[in-house]
T-cell receptor, first 114, second 113 residues
Framework: KAGVTQTPRYLIKTRGQQVTLSCSPI?????VSWYQQTPGQGLQFLFE???????NKGNFPGRFSGRQFSNSRSEMNVSTLELGDSALYLC?????????????FGEGSRLTVL | DQQVKQNSPSLSVQEGRISILNCDYT??????FLWYKKYPAEGPTFLIS?????DKNEDGRFTVFLNKSAKHLSLHIVPSQPGDSAVYFC????????????FGAGTRLTVKP
């Protein structure tokens, strides 16, 4: 069974630009969560989608947005990029129902903002 | 607002000895706790979990202890092996199906041969 796939793996942008990251969950998983990982901050929760609806949202500015498609694939978008947005963005999927609560993570998209 | 804290950024132990990684949380509504392990250039992978109705859960060399009154949990690895060298993240959520998980900053474990 294929794991969680994130694209692109690496990208470089400049301040003010926008970026879109993509995540394909494990087949059958309906929940997709996004996290930002920066040194010393651990994984910061961005948002979670289930059946195309945003169920939870972390404490990030409105420049960070996301969506989920009917096939459970998800995208997140960051507009007006700032230097501080440089981070590893991780996507995780799960069944989304009561279960072990285990999240399956992709390898991440490393964003560098210059 | 760091609801889950791992105060030790790094830990070094000798192969064969016990590794103890600690985690504290502030939200008393958390009732499900997990540990994830992360190798460089890979996403975190699930290691072990515990719900608030238990105070201990064991899986092979890994044991997680939960002290709800102290809002503290710990991960014990016995015996530690060099392959255990990784960053360990503690995570917590309010419900088992709630994927709004809060993670700590991680502890980098190095197991020396």
């Amino acid at each position: 069974k294929a794991g969680v796939t994130q694209t692109p793996r690496y990208l470089i942008k400049t301040r003010g630009q926008q970026v879109t990251l993509s995540c394909s969950p494990i087949s059958g998983h309906r929940s997709v969560s996004w996290y930002q990982q920066t040194p010393g901050q651990g994984l910061q929760f961005l948002f979670e989608y289930f059946s195309e609806t945003q169920r939870n949202k972390g404490n990030f500015p409105g420049r960070f947005s996301g969506r989920q498609f009917s096939n459970s694939r998800s995208e997140m978008n960051v507009s007006t990029l700032e230097l501080g947005d440089s981070a590893l963005y991780l996507c995780a999927s799960s069944l989304g129902r009561t279960n072990t609560g285990e999240l399956f993570f992709g390898e991440g998209s490393r964003l560098t903002v210059l | 607002d760091q609801q889950v804290k791992q105060n030790s950024p790094s830990l070094s132990v000798q192969e064969g000895r016990i590794s103890i990684l600690n985690c504290d949380y502030t939200n008393s509504m958390f009732d499900y706790f997990l540990w994830y392990k992360k190798y460089p250039a890979e996403g975190p992978t699930f290691l072990i979990s515990i719900s608030s109705i238990k105070d201990k859960n064991e899986d092979g060399r890994f044991t997680v202890f939960l002290n709800k009154s102290a809002k503290h949990l710990s991960l014990h690895i016995v015996p530690s092996q060099p392959g255990d060298s990784a960053v360990y993240f503690c995570a917590a959520s309010e419900f088992t199906y709630n994927n709004d998980m809060r993670f700590g900053a991680g502890t980098r474990l190095t197991v020396k041969p």
